[in-house]
């Protein structure tokens, strides 16, 4: 199983941006649809948004138009930039691939303040 690693979380005030990292222990070339997630304390992890090895994304309908995901094929990162962040986004993000079925990480806390 590939290892990832997520960094980047901290405090934000709302309206403030953030810069996610995930780095693999391995290629990740290989791997058709990578992703990011998100769990808030009490809640379900749910899935943020997506890209595939040819750069195509999608996005969860709370995040549309204020995140963007990226990912660098010959580095084996993943990012993802947040912009204009609300105390809602408040989660514990970790990166895995489309389907969340690799080693989950320890995630990178971000916290949102209003």
């Known amino acids: 199983q590939v290892q990832l690693v997520e960094s980047g979380g901290g405090l934000v005030q709302s309206g403030g941006s953030l810069r996610l990292s995930c780095v693999a222990s391995r290629s990740i070339s290989n791997i058709y649809r990578m992703g990011w997630y998100r769990q808030a304390p009490g809640k379900q992890r749910e899935l943020v948004a997506t890209i595939t090895s040819g750069g195509s994304t999608n996005y969860a309908d709370s995040v549309k138009g204020r995140f963007t995901i990226s990912r660098d094929n010959a580095k084996n990162t993943v990012q993802l930039q947040m912009n204009s962040l609300k105390p809602e986004d408040t989660a514990v993000y970790y990166c895995?691939?489309?389907?969340?079925?690799?080693?989950w990480g320890q995630g990178t806390q971000v916290t949102v303040s209003s």
């Open positions: 895995n691939d489309g389907l969340g079925m690799g080693s």
